[in-house]
Structure formats: C-alpha cells, structure tokens
C-alpha cells in the first residue's frame, strides 16, 4: 500500500537549508513513518540560484521568488530557512495558503511579530514546528525524563551556555547577525540555551541581564575598508528564575575564543545533578548525593535504550551527530503531519523563547530585573 505523500516546499538553500534537504531525504530510511516527504518545489535568492539548488538538492521545481512556491497548491509543508526578517511575511502567507509550516529559529525578529505568526497558526489550526533541534538529542529527552521524575530531589539551580567563536574575529564582516533585526548573539545562540532550559525546567518567569559589544565595528562587506557601527551583541550574562523554584544563570557568547560548540548546563537538585555539553553530545552525566567516598558524576552513554538513538545504529557508542538530530526533527514533524497531532516546539514555544530574549535585552538596556508574565 503506497504511504502519503507530503510535498516539500524549501525556502532558503544555504546550511540551514541544506541541513533541511538532507533530513528529508534521509528520513524514510530510518524511521517507518505514514507519510513519505517528497522534495517538490525550492525558492533561494535568485531564479538562477533556486534552478541550481534545486537539481544539487533534488526539488522538481524551483523559483527566485518564495511567493510562488507558497502559492503553489501542490506544496503541503513550507521549510522556511530564509533571513529572519522575512520570517513573518512568508509565515503568515503559508498560513493563510492552507500549510503546515516549518521555521527556522528564531521565530522572528519580535516577539511582537512571533505573536502574531503564533496567534495565526493557532486560529487557522495549522501545524508549525520551530527548528530547535538540539532538543531533539535521545540524551536532552532522557535528562528531562530524570528530572521530572523527582529523581535528583528538588530543582535547585542551572547553570547554561552556549559559547562559540564564529565571531570572534573584528574583521568578519556586518551581516545579517550583526543587523538589530538579527538580534545578535542573543537571539543567534542565546535562543537555543533558553529553549533548552525551558525544556528541562519549565517556564523562566524572571531575568536580569548584562550584555556587551566586544567588536563596535566591522567591515561593510569581506575586504572592505569601510566599516559600520555594531550595536548588537557579542556576549550576554543572565540570571534567570523559574516557575518551579529555581534559580540560574545563562551565558551567549558567540566571541568565544577557542570554543566552536559549547552548548553545555548543569541542573542542581537536594538528591543529584546532572551535566551536559554538545561537544560530547552522545554522553550525559549524572551525580547522586552519597555518603563519603560517594561522590563523582557517572557517565550515561547514548544507545538503542534512548530512542530514537536505535533508528540509527543498533549498538551503544557509535554515536549521533548534528544532521542527525535534524532527521529527528523532520521525522517528528512528519507524524504529527500525518497524525493531525502537535509538534513540541511549535510557534508558541518559540514565542515563549523570544519573549525571553528580550526581557534579558530590556533588562541589559535598563540596569534592572525584568518579570515575564
């Protein structure tokens, strides 16, 4: 019996595009999902662009102009991998146009403007998925798993970070991360360690934040002498109170020296804690309160007893890698697609993790703590 089909309609073919193409290529040979994603239509830049992308890719059609492909009624699900500033308009669009949708993150520039892809989405019962994918990691499931089950006693504190050094040079030039539309180091990374302390802890109800522009100016574009005004950030610290009780902190820092991946946390409870870091994203570390002699933290390893680690590799050990948690992703969107279910990080989730973002900016701007209702 031949599955249903889901035709894709990809908006962007830069990484986090092509990170989307595999995925979606690569998911119905590991998982046995209903429903098989067919590659139909791919929007990029430029007609000539979108043409190449698009046989590199393996999309039937292709257009430079993202209104096409949203218009088409033979698209079911619209991957939006373009700039954020058009997140909105093209959300809101496919909306209207009857699709599921699947963004990137951020969700958008605002949380004004997350609002009202959210309030959309929600009216017209549409499916959306926000592409936090590190969430998607068999351990971050299972850490969430230890926590909510009392195991570690009382949640006490987390202490997050997401540091990485793509920016570290003052020659790398402007762009649309250095843009205040992009958000910077913040909204960039800072997005993804909120999302993950969310998803461990629940919701983060205040902050204070600190935030600092290392480099105040960068090159208009590569090899240029011209250089503009940065006012976006490079680094922010902040404290961060959660409805549970806890307390914590979180640092974005995407002028990191020496760090390329360090997406990393440590949860403190009355019984235990745990530890983590992408670098070593196939391990999680666990301490249990002891007597003398007692303590250390042990290594957990991921394997086929945290799924969906078996869809990939019937052995411990031999590990999942970034493109793989994407896989996991899309494979989650495809069965609520087909389900008529719900995605965990959909556009109200993301909301939720723009208005974090920027109650941590507000409170940089004012000197004070700042209270998210």
Known sequence: MDRRKARIGLIG???MGRCHANAFRSVGG??????????????????ESAIRNAALLGYKKATGDWRTLVADPEVDI??????????????????????????????STTAESGWRMTEAAEKAGTLTLVGFNFLRNPMIKLAQEIVRSGELGEIT????????????????????????????????????????????LGPITAVAGQSRTIHRTRPVKTGS?????????DMTHALLRFENGAEGSIEANWAATGRTMDLSWEITGTKGALAFS???????????????????????EAGPAHPPY???????????????????????????????????????????????????QQSARSGRSVDIH
């Open 13 to 15: 073919a830069g990484f």
């Open 30 to 47: 590991l998982f046995d999902l209903p429903v098989e994603p067919v590659p139909h239509m791919l929007s990029d830049i430029s007609e």
């Open 78 to 107: 619209v991957a939006v991998t373009a700039p954020n500033v058009l997140h909105e308009p093209i959300v809101l669009a496919a909306i209207a146009a009857g699709k599921a949708v699947y963004c990137e993150k951020p969700l």
């Open 157 to 200: 504190g987390f202490r997050g970070r997401h540091a990485e050094n793509y920016m570290c040079d003052p020659d790398t030039p402007h762009s649309f991360r250095t843009d205040p539309e992009g958000g910077g180091a913040l909204a960039d990374i800072g997005s993804h360690i909120l999302s993950m302390a969310r998803y461990l």
């Open 225 to 233: 002498l011209d250089r503009t005004p940065v006012v976006v950030d």
């Open 278 to 300: 992408q670098e070593r994203m196939n391990e999680l570390l666990i301490h249990h309160a002891g007597g003398p002699g007692r303590s250390g933290f042990t290594k957990i």
């Open 310 to 360: 078996g869809a990939f590799c019937p052995a411990a050990g031999h590990h999942l890698g970034f493109n793989d948690l994407k896989v996991i992703e899309v494979a989650e969107l495809l069965a609520a697609w087909a389900s008529g279910g719900k995605c965990v990080t959909d556009f109200r989730e993301a909301w939720q993790v723009q208005r974090c973002v920027e109650a941590i």
